[in-house]
C-alpha cells in the first residue's frame, strides 16, 4: 500500500495516486497510445518488471488505465488511458515543460503541426481572462463538515 499525505488539498490527493515512481513517466508513454506490457517495459529503461506490474495494477484501480487480454495463453496484455488518466496529459506537458531546461531547449511538448514549443497558462472562464501565476493561490481546503442530527 503507498503511503498517503494524509492532507486535505487537491495537490496531495493527487500525488496520493499519481505521486509514486515511475507512475507519470506510465502515464506520459500510453499517451501515444495502448501499449503492451513488453513494450512498455522496453521504453521504461530500468524498471523491474514486477514494479511496473504493480503500478499498472494500481493504476488500473484507480480508474487510469484499462487493461485488454490479447492472449489467454500465456496471458498476455494491452493497456490504454481512460479518459481519466488521459486528462493527465496536461500535467505531464507541464512537468516536460518545467523540466526542458533540465534537459535542453530541443526537449518538451511541442504542437504537431509547426514544431513549435506549447506553453501552458492559467485561465478563469469566470473572468475569461488569462492570469498571471503570482495571481494563482491553491489554498489547503477544510475537510467539509458532517453533520449529525442527535439520536432521540
Known amino acids: 500500500m503507498a503511503k498517503r499525505y494524509g492532507q486535505h488539498c487537491p495537490v496531495a490527493k493527487s500525488l496520493d495516486l499519481i505521486g509514486e515512481r515511475w507512475t507519470l513517466l506510465i502515464v506520459r508513454n500510453l499517451q501515444r497510445g495502448a501499449a503492451r506490457f513488453q513494450v512498455l517495459r522496453a521504453q521504461l529503461s530500468g524498471i523491474p518488471p514486477k514494479l511496473l506490474t504493480d503500478r499498472l495494477r494500481r493504476m488500473e ?3 487510469l488505465v484499462t487493461r485488454e487480454l490479447y492472449s489467454k ?5 494491452s493497456y490504454a ?5 488521459r486528462d493527465l496529459g ?3 506537458g507541464a512537468l516536460a515543460m518545467w523540466g526542458r531546461p533540465l534537459v535542453g531547449p530541443r526537449s518538451g511538448p511541442r504542437h504537431t503541426t509547426c514544431g513549435y514549443p506549447t ?6 472562464p469566470h473572468c475569461d481572462q488569462r492570469v498571471a501565476p503570482n495571481a494563482v493561490d491553491v489554498p489547503n481546503a477544510k475537510p467539509s463538515r458532517v453533520r449529525r442530527r442527535a439520536t432521540q
Open 90 to 92: 496536461l500535467v505531464v
Open 119 to 124: 506553453e501552458l497558462q492559467h485561465y478563469c
Open 73 to 77: 495463453r500465456p496471458p498476455r496484455a
Open 81 to 85: 488511458l481512460t479518459s481519466r488518466g
Open 61 to 63: 484501480r484507480q480508474g
